[in-house]
């Protein structure tokens, strides 16, 4: 257990390695304080022709779709590295998709993760636009303070 999380989802691990279980999905139930003050850069968007939630983020350099939203029939052959904010490298699958989204439409190639925080995250990739009316999602609490 880490000291004040109370939903028994938090393991502390080796050193300072500490897994969060419920998060992001049940963070806010669970007694950890999760209120996101920073607004996020949110949109709507198709995926498929699927309606989609679609996070801007300058700090990514891919394009990332939820797994469940896209058909097998879609993936590749391929694993796409990706190196995280922390450093650590985690493979995932490609997949190209049809998206239309604000600043751009027309099939890519994306990476595949089964649970990201929006259902489509734009990095800074080839072809994308840099869009300044994205509106802001002010009610966003996917993030963790002070664990």
Do not use: F, W
Not at 1 to 6: E, L, R, W
Not at 34 to 54: A, F, I, Q, S, Y
Not at 58 to 65: A, E, Q
């Amino acid at each position: 257990m880490v000291p004040g999380h109370t939903c028994g989802g938090v393991e502390q691990k080796l050193g300072t390695e500490v897994e969060l279980k419920c998060a992001p999905v049940l963070a806010g139930a669970c007694g950890i304080s999760c209120r996101m003050n920073t607004k996020m850069p949110v949109t709507d968007g198709k995926l498929e022709g699927k309606d989609v939630t679609v996070l801007r983020d300058t700090g990514c350099s891919t394009i990332v779709l939820k797994r469940k939203l896209v058909s097998d029939d879609r993936l590749s052959d391929k694993m796409i590295v990706c190196v995280m904010i922390d450093g650590a490298a985690k493979s995932y699958p490609e997949a190209t998709a049809d998206i239309e989204i604000q600043c751009m439409s027309g099939t890519v190639n994306a990476v595949c993760m089964d649970k990201p925080l929006y259902d489509v995250i734009v990095g800074i990739v080839e072809g994308i636009n840099e869009v300044v009316d994205v509106q802001v999602d002010s009610k966003s609490n996917s993030g963790v303070e002070d664990m």
